[in-house]
């Protein structure tokens, strides 16, 4: 695709436009989304900018909540307010790789074999419960969620740009799981939780019975836009002195005896993409510390465990430790 001509076409009705000025638009344009976003996702600001960061960063999501808080209503929100298509999976202990994927089925009348994309050729696809489903299945998204296509009998078939994954898990505790291999989690760029809702917005959400889509709700830009704002993600700067503090925060992952394994260099490139699309969403075309350190505990927490104990970290603890690590001046 064309940046230059995709600059020049006019957005749709209702839409806005991709930010050519970083610094005076982008905040604007992130504001709104943000807004809209959180008409339907109550009370959870940082979660939706930490999904928007890592939609623009090229990356994927996971969300590991207990049920019925939320999860798949933000990836709802996502599709619905970029103006992106959206399918969703449901994962049970039976299902194949093909019900994913696609299959291919012989039509008798004409004497061929056709294909029958799955859901997976979409823009936004929801993984519901991506941890019911057994290891065999799981697999089947290794190659899309990193190469941006799927091979299906011999032919690799591209995947629609942009596409984001966002997986839902339930608690490893919970009946009838099967823990995601540590291959599968390296490809998510993120790890969030939704938590609770607050006070108000939990009385907000029973006054009004709940936050259902209206069939006449446009949404605020288009694929053309976000794959303009993923561009721009890559032209933010990295001044030398930031790839020296992750190079620092890689270090420190591997060698200061807190961690069972280091952080991967595949997660120290998803930590440099969400540092710049993090400082996109703030209106700057460079990236200050701040945007590491706010986007670091995400990416870090499905990545990690202490050298010592089996028990998950949390948010908290992976904040306190790296600070050890000295910020550049």
Same mark, same amino acid.
């Given at each position: +695709? ?25 905040? !604007? ?5 943000? !807004? ?10 940082? !979660? ?43 994962? *049970?202990?039976? +299902? ?37 489903? *057994? ?9 899309? +969620? ?16 942009? /596409?984001?994954?966002?997986?839902? !898990? ?19 760029? +993120? ?7 607050? @006070? ?12 259902? /889509? ?37 270090? /420190? ?5 807190? /961690? ?21 969403? @703030? ?47």
């Amino acid at each position: +695709m064309d940046t230059r001509q995709a600059n020049q076409s006019p957005p749709s009705p209702g839409q806005i436009a991709a930010p050519t000025d970083v610094p005076a638009k982008a905040l !604007q344009l992130f504001a709104a989304l943000e !807004q809209r976003l959180g008409v339907h996702v109550l009370g959870k600001e940082e !979660q939706i900018r930490l999904s928007l960061c890592c939609l623009l960063a090229r990356g994927h999501l996971l969300i590991e909540d207990i049920p019925g808080i939320g999860k798949t209503t933000l990836a709802k929100a996502l599709a619905k307010v970029l103006g992106l298509k959206f399918r969703r999976v449901q994962c *049970t202990n039976d +299902m194949l790789p093909g019900d994913i994927l696609g299959v291919s089925v012989f039509d008798q009348r004409s004497g061929l074999f056709s294909f029958h994309p799955g859901a997976i050729f979409t823009q936004i696809l929801l993984v519901d419960e991506i941890n019911r489903a *057994t290891a065999k299945t799981q697999s089947a998204l290794l190659e899309a +969620m990193e190469e941006r296509q799927v091979s299906i009998e011999g032919e690799s078939r591209p995947l629609p740009t942009p /596409f984001f994954v966002v997986a839902t !898990q339930n608690s490893l505790e919970q009946a009838g799981t099967y823990p995601l291999p540590e291959s599968q989690l390296d490809r998510f760029l +993120m790890k969030i939780s939704l938590g609770y809702p607050n @006070h108000e917005a939990e009385r907000q959400l029973l006054v009004a019975g709940g936050t259902a /889509f209206s069939d006449d709700e446009q949404a605020l830009v288009d694929a053309k836009v976000v794959f303009q704002l993923q561009e721009q993600v890559g032209q933010v700067r990295l001044a030398k002195t930031l790839v020296g503090y992750l190079q620092d925060i890689l270090d /420190f992952s591997r060698n200061s005896g807190r /961690f069972a394994i280091g952080l991967s260099p595949r997660a120290g490139l998803s930590l440099a993409r969400a540092g710049q699309a993090h400082a996109l969403l @703030h209106g700057r075309n460079f990236v200050l510390p701040e945007d590491v350190r706010r986007v670091l505990p995400y990416i870090a927490i499905h990545r990690l465990k202490t050298a010592d104990s089996l028990a998950p970290l949390t948010i908290a603890e992976l904040e306190i430790a790296f600070q050890a690590v000295p910020v550049p001046a």
